[in-house]
């Protein structure tokens, strides 16, 4: 079955020119692909449709890409929340017990089904908006059979929602109590689940959060070890709050990306740029964090490092549910240009995933895209609270409208 899509103004991503864009432009899907591309008037005449579809000159783009979030997690950090605005820091509630180690009782303590839930109705926020690829992080269970059941969360939304997940392992997010004092031996123990996820396919990519309050270079370097050695590539959460030369370390490994990065030195960018690791930037957690050093973003674009965005969705830096928000912020915030916003979130997304097949509106990769009510993207950048994402396809498939405003 093979639909033409016609008159659409097409911000393809694709291409030389800024945003890729055709002013009157066409899509003919072709099964779950895009089978051509281009404007109206260029369809190659052997190009026949089964059907057509009149766009009336609306706004298409890629399918848009949230390539970092902990989605699958119980209960919420809203107290620490006003804590933190009484004074307390993030640090300082983390080490006194509270921070993601609230996170992972509440997780702990939830079914399957009710985290699916919860995890579900995140899901669907982004949806709305447009977005047909969620990267999903475990990291909140840190037992062999609760990490296993926040990643079975994971692969459950891919498979009930009208989405693309990439499951990543993240059981390096925190130390559980069960092994305090004892980090070398809990480091010795993901590792040993790693291959048992692998068997159960219920992971993508292997990720560490390598800070003071989380692991150490070593510690990384060693999870990263037993990850590339079972083919499964790595990313991290590098240099959130301190530089610890976790971006260098990930880029070594060939990593797929590294995440947050306000305290990247001039070297890592360097080790990253050489390596193509993908510098995934996350305005939602600097924001929520009131965090003043924004990552170097003039020395990445000047090394041609790529960057995407995300939501960082998480309970405890970045409970933010909106991509289109986050396109405002890494603009006001970390002064991308709302082309460089929206690269993050399709083309540098899908490669910060290490999916090529995705990201752009070109022939032969998947047919995910999003309509809008507006007459160029850069006015999602401009405008923040505001959806006007009215329809969207996954696969070639039209998801149900009522996922829209
Ligand atoms: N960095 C973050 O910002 C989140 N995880 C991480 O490694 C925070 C997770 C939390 O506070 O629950
Ligand atoms: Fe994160």
């Not at 669907?124 to 037992?143: D, F, Q």
């Not at 971006?247 to 960018?269: I, M, N, P, Q, W």
């Not at 290490?354 to 999003?370: Q, V, Y």
Request: aromatic share 6%; charged share 20%; net charge negative.
């Amino acid at each position: 079955m093979r639909t033409l899509y016609r008159h659409a103004r097409l911000a393809t991503m694709a291409g030389e020119l800024p945003w890729g864009w055709v002013e009157r432009g066409a899509l003919l899907v072709d099964g779950e692909q895009l089978a051509w591309v281009g404007a109206d008037e260029a369809l190659p005449a052997g190009l026949a449709a089964d059907a057509e579809v009149e766009l009336g000159g609306a706004l298409v783009t890629p399918g848009l890409i949230d390539c970092h979030t902990h989605l699958v997690y119980g209960g919420d950090r809203a107290a620490e929340f006003e804590l933190r605005l009484r004074g307390a820091s993030y640090e300082a509630i983390a080490r006194a017990g509270g921070g993601i180690r609230s996170t992972l009782a509440a997780t702990r303590h939830a079914s399957e089904d009710q985290l699916f839930a919860s995890a579900a109705a995140r899901a669907r926020c982004l949806i709305a908006e447009g977005v047909t690829t969620i990267e999903i992080k475990s990291g909140y269970g840190l037992t062999e059979a609760q990490e296993a059941k926040c990643l079975g969360v994971a692969r459950r939304i891919g498979r009930e929602l009208p989405v693309s997940v990439r499951a990543t392992s993240l059981a390096a997010h925190a130390l559980p109590p069960e092994f305090e004092g004892r980090s070398d031996d809990y480091v010795d123990a993901l590792i040993d689940w790693l291959p048992r996820q692998q068997a159960a396919g219920l992971v993508d990519a292997v990720d560490a959060f390598c800070e003071t309050i989380g692991f150490t270079p070593a510690q990384t370097e060693r999870i990263f070890t037993a990850a590339t050695s079972l083919g499964l590539p790595v990313k991290l959460h590098a240099e959130q709050l301190s530089d610890q030369g976790g971006a260098a370390l990930a880029a070594r490994f060939g990593a797929l990306s590294a995440d947050h990065l306000e305290h990247l030195s001039a070297t890592g960018v360097a080790a990253m740029a050489a390596a193509g690791t993908v510098a995934v930037l996350l305005p939602g957690a600097y924001y929520f964090l009131r965090d003043t050093q924004p990552p170097p973003v003039q020395a990445l674009r000047e090394a041609g490092v790529p960057m995407a965005l995300a939501t960082d969705h998480n309970p405890g830096t970045s409970p933010a549910l909106s991509l289109l928000l986050m396109l405002n912020m890494a603009c006001t915030l970390f002064r991308l240009t709302p082309e460089e916003a929206w690269r993050g979130v399709t083309v540098n997304g899908a490669r910060a995933l290490g999916l090529a097949d995705r990201g752009r509106l070109a022939a032969g990769l998947r047919a995910d895209f999003a309509v809008w009510d507006a007459e160029h993207p850069r006015e999602m950048a401009y405008r923040f609270g505001h959806n006007p994402c009215r329809r969207s396809f996954f696969g070639g498939i039209e998801r149900p409208r009522a996922l829209h405003p």
